[in-house]
């Protein structure tokens, strides 16, 4: 019995009571779905009606109507949604609106059809929203139904969906495919990186790179190609490079909206490095150029909560959460509940994320990654370990092999375990992200094994990375390292 238990407290029950669909049987119920609904259009008959959605409080509609949407502002933004750059929400959402009228009016406008789905991708990305999804779908597959030949536009949308909905093998297949209609259309080649990261072929999301810098783009978009360089080598563990390129790219974004989207991203990287002041002036900076940045006010609670400012914590997550109510945010504020003692909240945001998670994958979101990583520290480990290995066999991708790992270790089979955890930090092995995490989650399975030497060298690399990774485990890293008969880095003082 280890001397030192490290299994979390938590409702101690699994977070869905029967495991959804079989990923399969949902892709192709959702694939027959389109086809039926699509089929009309193509064919001149039905068209594709929605209900009328009442927005947020936080994408207010356009007073003057979808109609006033048009001219140099509705061209800039549908150049953005194409693109797939960074656009504000409330542009957003009068985009949408005027595509919408523009396919009731015009049913075979396969270009319309594909800016409708692309910018439905696009507000899942800000909103969450998840009945976005089949509206994305049945728009995009509209356009390809309208016209097949060489609709990149399309293709790309569809393969930015599937990503959006962790389905990389999809993502990867949509985004080839747009590639070989339009080999020198930049804006496929990041939803390509993140599918073949998705989908653990590191060598082939660093080729995409190459080839996406290869690129002559406009100075419009080289923000957004550095950004994205920025991101690739994040994963390689270069951080100073990551930095650079995208402290360039937020000098140089020319949107309110995407200087926000780059800013969060620097936030990021000075939050995985523990730097929780530079972290929350960045993630600051974003908030105000853009008040929609969901991902950045969590990132100010993150931050807020590591200096010891509790209260402002938990405001800057209900505000990310109002904006884009995620399970991902949600068992974060809920972890950080649990870890202020305060259990009744703790339990309303675990059973707030089986919600929402309940949402998503009737959506056709591949969840399962999420739902192993909260059954392996809150619920039923054993479950976690069925998913992830799924999970593991379709998408082989350094954040799978770490949740999978740490699955394995909460139910007992540490051997097997540390195999997992050696793939997610250990370079030569395809992990080359430098994450606290990580590093904290293999060290403790080092420990259970009785590796002391290895074990206490990953729990030091943990805490030196970021002393603040998590509000649940970084006190228990500084407690196994301290048993270890290491004096663990002193904590700095909030504030």
Known sequence: ????????????????????????????????????????????????????????????????????????????????????????????????????????????????????????????????????????????????????????????????????????????????????????????????????????????????????????VGAAVKPAVRARASAVYRDRGWREDAVAQVTDAAAAARTPAEQAAYLTQAGQLAWERGDREDALRHFGAAVRLDGDQATARAGQGRALAALGRTREALAAYREALAHRPTPQVTLELAELYESLGMDRQAHTQYGLMRTQVEKELAAGVDDDLLIGQYEADHGDPEEGVQRLTAEWERQPGIEVADALGWALHRAGDDQEALRYASIATDSTKGGGVRSALYAFHRGMVERELGEDAPARRHLQDALRLNPFFSPLQAPVARSALAALGEQPPEEPLPG
């Open 1 to 216: 019995m280890c001397a030192l238990d490290n299994r979390q407290s938590g409702p101690g029950t699994s977070l869905l009571a029967e495991p959804g669909p079989p990923r399969r049987r949902r892709r192709v119920l959702r694939r027959l779905l389109v086809v039926a609904l699509a089929g009309g259009v193509a064919a001149g008959g039905t068209l594709l009606l929605w209900p009328h959605e009442p927005h947020r409080a936080a994408a207010p509609r356009p007073a003057a109507g979808p109609r006033a949407f048009s001219g140099a502002r509705a061209a800039a933004v549908q150049a953005a949604v194409l693109d797939g750059l960074p656009a504000a929400l409330p542009d957003l959402t009068s985009l949408i609106g005027a595509r919408e009228l523009r396919v009731r009016e015009r049913p075979k406008d396969a270009a319309a059809w594909a800016v409708l789905g692309a910018a439905y991708v696009a507000r899942i990305g800000r909103t969450g929203g998840t009945a976005d999804y089949p509206k994305a779908e049945r728009a995009l597959r509209t356009s390809l139904q309208v016209a097949a030949k060489g609709n990149a536009e399309a293709l790309g949308g569809l393969a930015a969906l599937a990503n959006a909905r962790r389905d990389f093998a999809e993502a990867r297949r949509f985004g080839e495919e747009a590639l070989k209609a339009a080999p020198k259309r930049w804006s496929t080649y990041p939803v390509l990186i993140d599918a073949c990261n998705g989908l653990g072929d590191y060598k082939a999301a660093r080729s995409a790179l190459d080839k996406l810098m290869g690129l002559k």
